[in-house]
């Protein structure tokens, strides 16, 4: 529980809580992409490869720039913590804090991933969702979030007073990323980053602003595709909270395997080019 406010309120206080908010990034200065130009290539792609992410556990992929990666739900209800990186630099990754402030708290259709200082450009197009449906519900909660941040021992070890598991999505990452990297587990971890929850359905509170989850309306095939705008290595991990309707950090929930296609289009999006890294000169004012 917070204590309660021991500041006595201004006089004006109402005045000041009423001043209406403006959105911090307008969308009409931020370059959006020609989503029927990647959509028209959908009808005619060729399926190449195909992962199977087991329950409690992660797997790597690669994605070519220009090809098409779904994520699927083809079993039960099952949550995905993911994370992207430059294939060829792994320094360069998903931007979950940046990507929120510029597209909002959850993404769907049409929505970019953005990497990460000082690169920041868009690395994935969300070229379909099939859950693009639900919007938000009567809580506020909405699916593919890009408020939490991933399921991890550190956090479950300070809340359950010296607990020890090891299939958090942190972890889960963490070896997934070493096996396919050869780096150390200790090396590799650094580079496990705050994640796009799939098909997780969260929100927050309104009366305390807490972050909350709900079951996930997720039903077997249900998916969400994107284009890869660079060479992508991706890694995600199957939640050991299944669809997150209760608790996660145990082997309680039941968990289900995630997939994830690749497809490769016949041509590419008309007028695309690979986006460079940020313009921005680095020079900081010195
Ligand atoms: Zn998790």
């Given at each position: 529980m917070k204590p309660n406010p021991i500041t006595a309120a201004p006089m004006d206080a109402a005045a000041r809580k009423s001043i209406k908010p403006v959105i911090c990034?307008?969308?009409?200065t931020l370059p959006r992409p020609d989503l029927s130009a990647y959509r028209?290539?959908?009808?005619?792609?060729?399926?190449i490869e195909t992962v199977i992410i087991p329950p409690r556990d992660a797997a790597t992929w690669e994605v070519p720039a220009s090809h098409f990666c779904r994520l699927v739900c083809p079993e039960g209800p099952q949550v995905g913590d993911l994370n992207l990186f430059n294939l060829n630099n792994l320094n360069e990754r998903f931007y979950s804090g940046k990507t929120r402030a510029l597209n909002g708290t959850h993404v769907g259709l049409g929505d970019q991933l953005f990497s990460n200082f000082?690169?920041?450009?868009?690395?994935a197009t969300i070229t379909?969702?099939?859950?693009?449906?639900?919007?938000?519900?009567?809580?506020?909660g909405s699916v593919h979030d890009v408020i939490g941040t991933r399921c991890d021992p550190y956090t479950h070890n300070l809340l359950s007073h010296d607990g020890q598991y090891h299939h958090c999505c942190h972890s889960n990452l963490t070896r997934a990323l070493a096996k396919k990297t050869g780096l150390s587990p200790e090396l590799a971890e650094p580079h496990v980053h705050d994640v796009l929850n799939l098909f997780m359905c969260t929100g927050f509170t309104r009366d305390t602003g807490q972050y909350f989850m709900k079951a996930s309306p997720v039903r077997r095939g249900d998916y969400l595709e994107f284009f890869a705008e660079i060479d992508l290595l991706g890694c995600m991990s199957a939640c050991?909270?299944?669809?997150?309707?209760s608790e996660h950090s145990s082997d309680t929930a039941a968990c289900f395997p995630l997939a994830v296609e690749i497809y490769k289009p016949k041509r590419l999006p008309q007028g695309w080019q690979a986006p460079p890294v940020n313009g921005y000169d680095r020079s900081h004012g010195f």
């Open positions: 990034y307008p969308t009409d028209a290539l959908r009808d005619d792609m060729e399926l000082p690169y920041m450009r868009p690395i379909h969702d099939t859950l693009d449906w639900y919007g938000f519900d009567e809580f506020g050991p909270g299944g669809d997150c309707s």
